[in-house]
């Protein structure tokens, strides 16, 4: 009995690899397209491609992802095939092989049937690593295409590919035909990034101040085909940990397949699910994921640049729950094969659904939790980082990091002053800037709030409390110490205005830093208007050594100080006459 039921398993691989052997060959097909020939066409001019073929063999290159998903839930559909045709189910379970060993023979057929299309691409790559260039600067192809190289390309893809895979296989058991095993497998893969999404999307639109970003680094981790893709590029940390764990839980979802593959119901198959709790609960996802993106939109295009008060709630609460029903019932319908969905027990799938969707609406659109108006207390506060756009060229882009107490309590105070003012209209302000406060706790935890502080003549306050802060001792001596830095690090400075430029001699620089001090050691409410305004006379702009970033500081009427240098050494005659001939 063994030595048959192992006679079937090599007899039904070979059989899938005689009857799908065409999906390996356009996997190639797609890879050598995508990665090879674009070098090879460019074999003596290597330079020309390197930067394409960097991100190729880096697996960055959105092309290559996209043929790794599409050629795993390809082989998916197609070796698990026999499961959505009642004929050929119960034909192929009479075999003399168990259903474990049939899933193996399946699951195992489609793994080597994508890993011979990703091992030839990945030894031909080899091959490239002779391509030339007369270019000094560009990465040479042999380190590029080393060996080593190819081999680590090929293990990348074929951990996206596995992970991809695993999932798409549970879809295929869990599905009913092929149709909604595509879908449900693209769905599976999406699943985590697109809950994240929609959660944060309402977060952002009912929580005031919300300030997390729509995907952040640890939603970026959940599939090998987001972390692989954004690995090289420090949004995601790198280390063998996490491909390890990529391939551990795609091994964990297989075995919870062949699991439940063992637990199928054959009568079942050509349903949308085979399996009525998974269908539930696919309908309860696919309702709250149409649902609140749906009400979300609606609400932006009928009230454009409303208020976030309770009548907007009120509206967007029933938005949504027309549209849950709409998609609800729809789903279900899909589900069960039929139309007629109107019933008791529909009723009562839908009530579970209710309650999930109360929970998630009153943290979210009624901010049970106090999100909107929570600020810290001083004694909690460790440090305080601000990033605002009036102020970040003074900065150099980094963050104001402040930790006295008065500091803290005058940027609690900015904070409290732009809750108080969130019922301003964009529209009644003159000028507006973001400010994002974080505040380090001293537990370890952070506190992020993102605002868009406005000056208007009617509701000045939030300005008032931001000009406080800005005028604190502290922020002042930062403001200082930044300008010391750029200083001590300036390879080059220039006075622009508009697309003209003046160099500063380099015997000036120390009276002209010394001067832009004091003019920021006495910053005023016109000083920062100015600012807000984006409507600087002048720029000073400062070259860094060892190639970083220029900065830009403004120079306005207000700096008394630094215009009366400028004009005292005859820089703003020669720049404006400078100015004028090119305006000419």
């Known amino acids: 009995m063994m030595k048959s039921a192992v006679s079937f398993s ?24 995508s990665s090879i020939l674009p070098v090879l066409l460019c074999y003596q001019r290597f330079d020309i491609v390197s930067s394409y073929a960097s991100i190729s063999i880096s697996n960055q290159n959105p092309a290559i992802i996209g043929i790794d998903c599409i050629l795993a839930v390809l082989m998916a559909v197609c070796v698990f095939s026999y499961l959505h045709n009642s004929a050929s189910v119960t034909m192929i379970h009479s075999f003399p092989s168990g259903r474990g060993q049939l899933f193996d023979a399946s699951a195992l057929s489609g793994f080597f049937m994508m890993l011979i299309p990703v091992a030839a691409n990945g030894i031909l790559m080899m091959s490239l690593s002779g391509a030339r260039t007369d270019v000094s600067d560009t990465v040479l192809a042999s380190e590029l295409f080393s060996p080593l190289r ?45 809950l994240v999404i929609i959660i944060r999307m309402a977060e952002s639109m009912f929580l005031y101040g919300y300030s997390d970003e729509i995907l952040a680094n640890w939603t970026l981790r959940l599939s090998p085909v987001s972390y692989m893709a954004l690995k090289g590029t420090g949004s995601v940390p790198s280390g063998l940990q996490y491909e390890l764990l990529y391939l551990l839980a795609a091994a964990v979802i297989l075995i919870i397949a062949r699991l439940v593959y063992r637990k199928v119901k054959l009568e079942r ?77 529909t009723l009562k799938k839908f009530g579970i659904y209710a309650v999930i969707a109360a929970v998630f609406l009153c943290f979210t659109v009624f ?40 500091a803290v309590n005058k940027t609690i105070a900015l904070q409290k002053e732009l809750i108080d003012s969130r019922e301003v209209n964009d529209a009644d302000a003159d000028w507006s800037t973001d400010i994002t406060i974080t505040y380090r706790l001293k537990n370890g935890t952070a506190m992020r709030r993102t605002y868009s502080c406005m000056y208007s003549k009617d509701h000045p306050e939030s300005f008032r409390a931001l000009q406080t802060l800005f005028a604190a001792p502290e922020v002042i001596e930062k403001f200082t110490g930044r300008i010391s830095k750029f200083q001590s690090r300036a390879s080059n400075i220039s006075l622009s205005l508009d697309e003209t430029a003046l160099q500063i001699h380099r015997s000036d620089w120390s009276r002209l830093f010394s001067a832009y001090r004091k003019d920021l050691r006495s910053i005023s409410g016109s000083t920062l208007k100015t600012l807000m305004k984006n409507s600087n006379l002048y720029f000073l702009n400062v070259e860094q050594g060892n190639n970083e970033s220029t900065i830009y500081l403004p120079v306005q009427k207000s700096d008394r100080n630094t215009m009366k240098f400028l004009q005292s050494r005859g ?5 404006k006459t400078l100015n004028s001939k090119s305006d000419k």
């Open 10 to 33: 090599k007899t039904w691989m070979r059989e899938n690899f005689r009857r799908y052997w065409i999906v390996p060959v356009l996997g190639f097909m797609g890879y050598f397209l």
């Open 150 to 194: 190819c081999l680590e390309w090929i293990a990348e893809t074929m951990i996206i590919i596995f992970f991809v895979y695993a999932l798409s296989v549970l879809a295929g058991v869990l599905a009913g035909n092929r149709t909604i095993h595509t879908l449900l497998a693209l769905f599976l893969n999406g699943l985590p990034f697109v």
């Open 269 to 345: 198959e050509e349903r949308a699910c085979v399996f009525p709790l998974i269908a539930d609960i696919i309908c309860i996802l696919l309702t709250f994921i149409c649902a609140v993106p749906s009400a979300c939109l609606m609400m932006v295009v009928l009230t454009s640049g409303a208020h976030i008060n309770n009548s907007f709630r009120i509206r967007y609460l029933i938005l949504f729950v027309i549209f849950s029903a709409v998609y609800y019932l729809i789903s279900r319908a899909i589900a069960d094969g039929i139309t007629h969905v109107f019933n008791r027990s």
């Open 571 to 575: 820089y703003l005659k020669e720049l």
């Open 367 to 406: 901010d049970l939790s106090g999100y909107s108006t929570r600020t810290p207390e001083t004694s909690d506060v460790a440090a305080v980082e601000i990033t605002a756009d009036l102020v970040s060229d003074v900065t150099g882009y980094a963050p104001l990091r402040l930790t006295g107490r008065a």
